[in-house]
């Protein structure tokens, strides 16, 4: 007889921890432990050698922990001592905040996040500055919660076969033995919220991550209510699968995500898109809008747009998602017809050209499409991002496109070593921490005597490198290496040595192999007799990408070679754990992008945090800070061409022949003066300015609270405003091409004086509209060379006359610049009053013959 099996019935068993121990649970499921030292230390100094096996998850370490060294640590006053601070800290940080009194509240939005290395959802640089962007706002106490997915096996492990080629493996994630809980609903049963596919409903198990004050929902679909195998595998990797398993991601995470903070009772009043993966979000926010409020299409989306941010990274259009018509069609056309939306509607937010029927739908092009608000990470990303998005607004100068810059930071407390932070609170005010964005804080890094510095430097450094052999020698034994090869693991890199640091995904643009391409030269650098130079790498390569694992078995090759086998390594899996040992203990940080295709960059953020000089291109944020870094750049503030490759890698061998090392060993055998000036000055302008809590704070003053007023606004009035700006647009649209420049004055004929006015004057037919509803401006700038305007003012002029259906616009203007000088005048809609919410638009004209 065939034995009939039930279905695993599943309960979860904590330890029994003593009454004076009760709150450890507490203290592991929140993952302030990740940047609270107090915290992190009490569980490490219960059992050192069971926190290490556990891969520092304190969950995990309280499921394995023996009852016998709860109760002895239960007896220990010494361990109780520490057990109370590490309480008093974990209170102090959760303490409660009045409400915010406009009821302000911020989603945020993304496909992965990086909180620490026992939570693998996360793949690289997106996921590192989403998790500190969480881990800020609770710093900062910004009313914020996190919406994301919850991979049951989240990104690949990386291990090299013998020939050093890059193998991936995927391990399934026990969520039971993570820092997170699943949610409940009214009923005491866990949350779940549904998606409709074209395969039917899927099912979305709700869970919480606590990350100091702030919530993270992520979403899973690998649930036994889901029968389909690609329904329960929607959320098993992060970016794993073809573009069916990316497209059915972005559902659950924009429609799913937004479903799920509903579900939950959660009404936010400003959403952000990090990244265009979550943007279906504004398309279920419209239909939300559309259903509840009785508003057309337009009347929604205009209402929706007005507090969604979106944060645009990646700088090529080749790195954005996009999915054919037909894949599309595929996945929304029932949607659209249950909301009332016109397919070609939807298609028309995520095209260029909407009118194109054969352009790809692309997730950023309908994130910038429905959001009022719209940011690169770093000042040069900016015109970077105005650059690839002009098309958007076509006639609209490059530099008006109204895209603004707020640039990364990364999370100081993260990052710090804590050999640092001892010497800071030896050196530096007691209250520090607190007073983290003021450079005064940071002037007293000076005080800091150079010796000590360096010594806590060399500290970490041998540090590092013992976790390296380790790593290195545990690597050989799985690929079964000669016996030698496993010796040589064991000894690879010396405490003694200038050591240079370079760790990042292995794409293309980033150059990795740039260090390499003179093979003899670099040998000449590495093994010389009195200066030798060693290098650590790490990074991983996308599944997919044949040419970055062809650079990781380059570069792996080198490291095998007999004279290089002590100062070339590649560390294997690079995680945040690889990450943080390397930011923090290396002397140089290399980083070698085509200059504007890193958007920002933030591991140098954490090197320079760390003392360690940068090594750069003047790309992303270094753009920003080399002047000020006490680092060393690569080539020029020039646009990338292929002949740079060559010139760039020169420029490093010369640099780290006739500069860094000789200063390097000059420290060593002279004093440490001008090294430990450079690394002082990297600490002192690095710490205030670029990290992740300044970060979060101007993303509050310029573009989460005027999103939440404006949308408070619209709800207040019962969003008749979005009813009554579409009613205009249609009045508009139907004699926008009547409206035209009739006369114009020709300009000054004679030479100006400076400080002197000219009089610049329009006569506009408005075709029946009123003067308010237009915008006429000119535009005063210098005369190039092309005869284009360059160095360019805006300045609006105000109506002085009215001629029957003509009406005049002009003023005296007063140009700030000397030299040839030019303007032309433009008339557009009157659509807002602020230009960073400027919408895509077509509407707008030039004086015939005006430069633009």
Known sequence: MPFQIQPVRQFLVRPALPPPLARLSDLAYNVLWSWEPVIRALFRRLDPALWKECGYNPVVMLGRVSQAT????????????????????????MQAEPPDPEGK????????????????????????????????????????????LL????????????????????????????????????????LHVSVTLPTGPVSVQVWRLDVGRVKLYLLDTNVRENALPQDRQITDQLYGGDLDTRIRQEIVLGIGGLRALRALG????????????????????????????????????????ANNVFTTHTPVPAGMDVFDAGMMHYYFQAYCRDAGIDFDQLMALGRRRPSDRDERFSMAVLAVKTSSYRNAVSKLHRRV????????????????????????GVHLPSWLNGDLADLY??????????????????????????????????????????????????????????????????????????????????????????????????????CHKDRPVQVIVAGKAHPKDHPGKTYIREVVQLSRDPDLWKHVVFVEDYDMKVGRELVQSVDIWLNTPRRGEEACGTSGMKAAMNG??????????????????????????????????????????????????????????????????????????????????????????????????????????????????????????????????????????APVMSGCPVEVRAAV????????????????????????????????????????????????????????????????????????????????????????
């Open 70 to 93: 709860l109760d002895k640590a239960a007896a220990d006053h010494r361990y109780l001592a520490h057990y109370s601070e590490a309480c008093h800290r974990f209170d102090t940080h």
């Open 105 to 148: 509240l911020i989603a945020y939005f993304s496909a992965e996040y990086g909180l620490t290395e026992c939570l693998p959802i996360y793949s690289g640089g997106l996921g590192i500055l989403s998790g500190d962007h969480l881990k800020s706002s609770s710093d900062c106490r910004v009313p914020l919660v996190g919406v994301g």
């Open 151 to 190: 991979y049951q096996q989240g990104y690949f492990r990386q291990f090299l076969n013998p020939d050093g080629w890059q193998q991936e493996r995927y391990l399934a994630n026990d969520f039971f033995t993570l820092p997170i809980l699943p949610v409940k609903d009214a009923d005491d049963r866990d």
């Open 266 to 305: 959660i009404d936010p009043t400003v959403y952000h898109m990090n990244e265009g993966h979550s943007a279906f979000l504004a398309v279920e926010r419209t239909r939300l809008l559309m259903q509840e409020h009785g508003l057309s299409f337009d009347e929604a989306l205009d209402a929706s747009r």
């Open 385 to 408: 991002s105005q650059e690839l998005w002009s098309e958007l607004w076509p006639g609209l100068p490059t530099w008006e496109v109204p895209i603004t810059a707020v640039t990364n």
């Open 425 to 526: 609170d030896q050196y530096l005010q007691p209250d520090w921490r607190e007073y983290h964005a003021d450079p005064q804080t940071w002037a007293l890094i000076k005080e800091i005597p150079d010796e000590e510095l360096l010594e806590a430097h060399r500290r970490r450094k041998r540090r590092m490198i013992a976790f390296i052999r380790e790593r290195q020698t545990l690597s050989a034994f799985r690929r079964k290496v000669a016996s030698t090869e496993l010796r040589y693991s064991a000894d690879v890199l010396d405490p003694n040595v200038l050591t240079i640091g370079m760790a990042r995904r292995f794409a293309t643009y980033k150059r990795a192999t740039l260090l390499f391409r003179d093979v003899e030269r670099l040998k000449r650098i590495l």
């Open 612 to 749: 360690v000089l940068n090594l750069s291109v003047l790309d992303g944020w270094y753009d920003e800070a080399y002047e000020e870094s006490g680092g060393w750049s690569i080539g020029d503030r020039e646009p990338y061409s292929e002949e740079q490759d060559a010139i760039h890698s020169s420029a490093i061998y010369y640099l780290l022949e006739n500069e860094i090392a000789p200063m390097f060993y000059d420290r060593r055998d002279h004093g440490a003066a001008e090294w430990m000036r450079r690394v002082k000055q990297s600490i002192m302008h690095t710490s205030p300015h670029f990290d992740c809590r300044r970060m979060v704070k101007e993303y509050q003053r310029e573009l989460y609270e005027p999103a939440h007023a404006v949308f408070a606004g619209l709800r207040a009035g019962k969003f008749e405003v979005s009813r009554e700006r579409r009613r205009w647009n249609a009045q508009v649209l139907e004699v926008w091409d009547r409206v035209r420049f009739v006369e114009t004055n020709a300009g000054p004929a």
């Open 765 to 852: 037919e408005l075709a029946g509209l009123k003067a308010e509803d237009v915008k006429v401006e000119v535009v005063i700038g210098r005369v190039g060379a092309n005869g284009g305007l360059q160095d360019t003012e805006v300045m609006l002029l105000p109506p002085v006359e009215q001629r029957e259906s003509v009406t005049i616009f002009g003023k005296q203007i007063v140009p700030n610049l000397t030299g040839r000088l030019g303007y032309a005048l433009r008339i557009s809609p009157n659509h807002y009053d602020d230009p960073l919410t400027r919408p895509c638009s077509t509407l707008l004209k030039w004086e015939a013959g005006g430069a633009q």
